[in-house]
């Protein structure tokens, strides 16, 4: 296969894994920073790097409309174009596209859609999708596909996931095969098992390097959505990494691990850090709090990002008071730092036979700390 | 003498010193970027040390405002609140404070004004910038003065002029003499060059460990300014290092130096950093236009920041389009970096009897540039 994952080792649906591409090594469980529109915004890439993190998520959808897929190729791929030379996974468009209510056209064929920068008219289809991801030189490339809207019917979600399903025909048909470069498949079927077996069976009739769950993480709420995963990820191929779109807070990403998942990206450690917000191992800080006005103890003990080495919570709450964008670089480097920190904790316990323990302990950890609602 | 200041070399009026202090030394000439709110904005302070900059300004204003410094005497100075531990020298809060225009009231005893911020009361003084500057553990503290405003009469220069050296008096009076500190006065005196030399006199006849020039780049334009400087700074001790406050445009650095200046600090890296203008050595550039768009090339070539090295201007435009803050922080880095390849740059011809040489080319290179108006 263009794409080789490795499990090394597994405790109950738990797996610890190596997915192996030309840009290197992803160890998993692997959390992806979100690197919209061609950086991980406000961070460098080598603080990026720096983190721990292993491959970043870039966004067709950003990246069509700005700088342009051809433009990125012209300068050398995406990679080289944002001085990123680890692995990318790029997603189809289709998730963005599809929120552009009353601005885009869903047929079969593909999709009509107005740029939300300057209303000029764009098509997506499996194919043109394709065809962006291979100019972006993304290592990991995502089948387009409808994300079913939440709450769906029976039929609605039937028939969203049966054209996601011929999509994922045409883009598996579509797709260039190169070493070291490989194409996930999107299970869909929002929260009906056998639409999520049947949208399986489908995938793996065609064949992937890898597996996404999509469809989730739209407003069914936690319960719900591990209530699917449950039972979704085990109908997926049991020797393929399994990557569960857009989740999530730290413990949707620790629950989901214990449900078999190896692959995750989520914008909340980003966003978070430009609205003042930090993840810790007790649970959330709103930084702007006046309660850290003269506080000069570390964000999170024992953290080995910048932030916390150097910086006392008077600061932070000092910068974020003046709207200093340095409040702004820390946090983000701060709360990716966290998610690194929480997939290698979870990669380590793996190892170490230590995953009851290390749960134990995270959710006793985000339960007795001083937990603020984000 | 609190600070030491050894002159190395000379070339006409030109120096190059060492300018030693608790926290290192600072070679001259020498660019101070700017801290205003005890950050420079958009760069992590190991990033700018790695420009090459020895030392920062803070300003006294915007500190006592937010967070206030007892709050930052408490957390140890201001050094360890921002993670600098080289020099830092802070203006009095006088200039800031004389341009609430309408919010201020100024008497022989000090100025009362109203924070822009939130609207509270404040009192300045002679004594109360000694203070406040004490506790935030600066290195060089400056005189509270009047920047007198330009065009001014003859007598209202002469009135504000002899006001700020009475201020100069009470300021030295106040200030706590440690080792490793110093208090630079402020020379006034507008673009008249009896009131030039008369408030030399005064200042020296109170003794300071430097000195500064005040009251230019406040629209007189370059010829004026270069006018006063011909004579300015010839009035100072010549043993002792001189600063002309909020200078410049690289060429207006340039034509200091060739004048007998030490120091400058301004915005204008920092500033231009975040409305998308970069100071290369042929000219500035703005990377807004279009004309980058597709442009493989580096920034400036030749130059060693992060962004030269590792990035071309289509990537710098593209996140610009973007509204990024990469964009401006790697913008920031160039340009602070730009200024002190420019400070090195002298102080190298200086040391190698080449500043004659190192001028022309550097003329020369900054009028053959493709100059774009910044």
Redesign the interface.
Known sequence: MALKFEILKRIGKTRLGILHTKHGDVHTPAFMPVGT???V????P?SVAATGAEILLGNTY?LML??GAD?VE??GGLHK???WEKPILTDSGGFQVMSLTGLRKLKEEGVTFRSHVDGKKFFLSPEESMKIQHKLDSNITMCLDECTPFPASYEQAQKSMQMSMRWARRSRDAFIDRDGYGIFGIQQGSVFKDLRDESAEKLKAIGFDGYAIGGLAVGEGQEKMFEVLDYAPMSLPDDKPRYLMGVGRPDDIVGAVLRGVDMFDCVMPTRSGRTAQAFTRFGAINIKNARH??D?RPLEEGCDC?LCK???R??I???Q??N???A??LLTWHNIRYYQRLMQGLREAIANDSLEAFCQQFYADQAKGDIEEI
């Open positions: 529109c061609g950086t915004k406000a961070m460098m080598e950003h700005r700088p433009l012209k300068m174009f944002m001085n006005r003269e000069p910048p150097n910086y006392t008077a600061y709450h000092h910068l008071k003046c200093e964008i340095l702004v670089m």
